[in-house]
């Protein structure tokens, strides 16, 4: 019963389990994420979600198919998604063609990174083929420009007002049409073309405020990084199931693997993304996820970001250029707090400076060329020490 019935690289598409009973209550009690779109379903009380979800188990995959939107990385209830009134499109002998009314809530703060598209794309392949439906609809109120624009982007269209037993009742509704097949071709055409429905920072988290964070804590230290290339940030996991969660996510929804190899003691992954995010004056071109270290804790999410303070004629090898940046500080008048106990690596040395933050404790390390050209370097020069089968991830 927890078992996705469907997914996409970032959620899992569940059975509506008892165990998220309460986390879905809570969700439908919240008024950013239900207000005012959905102020029919808002609040309604235990008795009421108590029966609604007891109803979705006994229907499911017969009258109603709706699903738990549950976070691959993370475990935690984004949402809802499914299908009500799946039911016979038309009368005709031997026909198993079905019409279902497709329906979504995204939490709040999963809203606007592309959720909703992911549930309809994902949603809409299983219905064509677990539950036989060739024919969507959709019900919106008529003041949802949001939504209703949303439901015209992917091919569904307009069948006028939703007729109601009580015509006087509420705010009208309106119904939209779409056939699968359109949908899906529509769907499948545009990510081909522009890559994954879901934002990275579903994945990673907020890195333009982590970016943002850290490089006004360099700044309010003397130190202006826009004249540095940020090649890398690294994700820290909390656990090994998280670190094989976020680089099968990763890879390749949203990049390609550079490298997995062990460092000091345990594995990790550098990731190139297919497309650098971008704040700023920045544009990150890779992504560091180690694994955590045995004995060790870690609080999940972004944890530091690497600049590079060389020139393209400079090495990976040895710290010259490092020396030359902290005296560069030094005569500045820059006041950064530099930990230099990586300084005397034979590859890939860096100094780092740590800040506690408001969103946890961060750090920003120096090193004198990119992390991709030392992957390059260390794979040319077979310095890599592979992870054991146990350790090597499937990606």
């Not at 009690?29 to 008795?47: A, H, V, W, Y």
């Not at 920072?201 to 202006?224: C, E, K, N, P």
């Not at 693997?257 to 345990?266: D, F, K, M, N």
């Not at 902290?326 to 990586?342: H, R, T, V």
């Amino acid at each position: 019963n927890n078992m996705a019935a469907c997914s996409s690289a970032v959620v899992n598409y569940c059975y509506p389990d008892a165990s998220r009973d309460a986390a879905m209550t809570d969700m439908f009690r919240d008024k950013e994420t239900m207000l005012p779109s959905l102020e029919i379903l808002f609040d309604k009380g235990n008795e009421f979600m108590s029966a609604r979800r007891s109803n979705h188990r006994v229907s499911w995959k017969k009258e109603s198919c709706f699903l738990d939107m549950v976070h691959r990385v993370t475990g935690e209830l984004v949402g809802s998604a499914g299908f009500r009134e799946v039911k016979e499109l038309n009368s005709v002998s031997g026909s198993s063609a079905k019409t279902a009314e497709f329906g979504i809530v995204v939490k709040k703060k999963w809203q606007n990174l592309g959720l909703c598209t992911d549930a309809l794309y994902t949603n809409v392949q299983f219905a064509k083929e677990k539950l036989e439906v060739s024919q969507i609809t959709a019900c919106t109120l008529e003041d949802n420009n949001i939504m209703r624009q949303f439901l015209s982007q992917w091919g569904f269209e307009h069948a006028g007002e939703k007729v109601d037993d009580e015509p006087n009742s509420g705010p009208k509704w309106h119904e939209y049409k779409g056939d699968v097949d359109t949908i899906l071709h529509k769907m499948t055409d545009r990510k081909k073309q522009s890559g994954p429905f879901v934002k990275v920072q579903a994945v990673i988290g907020d890195y333009r405020h982590f970016m943002s964070t850290l490089t006004d804590r360099l700044s309010q230290d003397g130190l202006d990084v826009a004249r540095y290339e940020m090649d890398h940030i690294c994700y820290r996991c909390s656990s090994w199931e998280e670190y094989t969660q976020i680089c099968s996510t990763m890879v390749p929804e949203y990049g390609k693997l550079l490298s997995q190899c062990i460092i000091g003691t345990r594995p990790i992954c550098t990731i190139q993304f297919h497309s650098p995010v971008t704040h700023g004056k920045h544009s990150v071109t890779c992504l560091e996820v180690p694994a955590p270290k045995q004995g060790s804790e870690y609080e999940s999410g972004l944890e530091h970001a690497e600049f590079v303070v060389g020139t393209n004629s400079d090495s990976v090898l040895g710290n010259k250029v490092l020396v030359s940046f902290m005296e560069f500080c030094e005569k500045a008048g820059i006041q950064l707090k530099l930990n230099s106990k990586s300084m005397n690596k034979s590859i890939n040395a860096d100094v780092s400076v740590k800040y506690d933050s408001s969103i946890g404790t961060i750090s920003a390390k120096f090193h004198a060329r990119p992390l991709y050209e030392v992957v390059a370097y260390e794979q040319e020069h077979q310095l890599e020490t592979l992870p054991s089968a146990e350790q090597r991830l499937d990606l």
